[in-house]
């Protein structure tokens, strides 16, 4: 499958309801749980700049939702992402974490966002982007919805920078993750696609560089565990 047919929107989709049910066991597991510090991470980034709604885009099962009210009990948060099953499993959630109220949940496409100009103080997309069909054009829809001075953070996978860590990195990647990825998901074929996504992902300083050529401002990265994950963040 190339590049551009494993990112059609429809089959992403697909792939995303399918796994919805085991979607946080495994995050916790193949991340060795430090996707809850990245998440912290990336919320401290995202409140960081003008009060306001934050639109957690590509939100899933809204874990980076309720990272961002944990960090700013006063923000209202809007969780948007096109999959169903994975926003069903983020309602439930907030219900459960008694976060209804604060974080709203929106079926929508990261491309063609419904929401107007300039609604958002800041948007945060954790692991998504690598998910888009047209990660520019993603790029242009988040900085429309943000006011002047409002902050985009992006939480992705990135470039390890120790060779030795790099290359145990890699087969990491290559064997052990989608092999976990199919086996406890129960569905054969999404774990190796994320896999190649990830391997295929741009590094920082290119990502950086797409972030500008979008229109944004201040484009700078922060990377965590060793190169495993950058957070970037830009200003409209
Ligand atoms: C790897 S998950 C990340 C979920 C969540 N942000 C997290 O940190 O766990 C990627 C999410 O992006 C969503 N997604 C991909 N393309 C999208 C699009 N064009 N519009 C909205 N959501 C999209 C998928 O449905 C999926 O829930």
Request: with cysteine.
């Amino acid at each position: 499958m190339g590049a551009s047919e494993s990112r059609d929107p429809g089959r992403v989709r697909g792939m995303f309801d399918r796994i919805a049910g085991r979607y946080d066991l495994l995050n916790h597991l193949l991340s060795l749980n430090r996707d809850r510090a990245w998440r912290r991470a990336a919320a401290e980034e995202a409140t960081a700049g003008p009060d306001g709604p934050v639109l957690d885009l590509c939100g899933g099962t809204g874990d980076q939702s309720l990272a961002l009210v944990r960090r700013s009990p006063s923000a209202l948060v809007v969780c948007c992402d096109f999959s169903h099953r994975m926003l069903d499993r983020a309602t439930r959630k907030f219900e459960g974490a008694g976060q209804a109220g604060r974080c709203l949940v929106v079926e929508g496409d990261g491309l063609r966002l419904p929401f107007a100009d300039a609604t958002f103080a800041a948007v945060t997309v954790a692991f998504g982007v690598r998910n888009l069909a047209d990660m520019d054009r993603g790029f242009r829809e988040m900085r429309r919805v943000l006011v002047d001075g409002g902050r985009l953070v992006v939480l992705e996978f990135s470039r390890p920078t120790g060779p030795l860590f790099g290359r145990l990195y890699r087969a990491y990647l290559g064997r052990v993750l989608p092999r976990i990825g199919d086996g406890v998901s129960g569905a054969s074929g999404p774990y190796r696609y994320l896999a190649r996504t990830i391997a295929d992902f741009p590094d920082a300083e290119t990502l950086a560089g797409r972030l500008r050529e979008s229109g944004f401002a201040a484009c700078g990265w922060r990377l965590l565990t060793g190169g495993v994950v950058a957070v970037h963040t830009a200003i409209r």
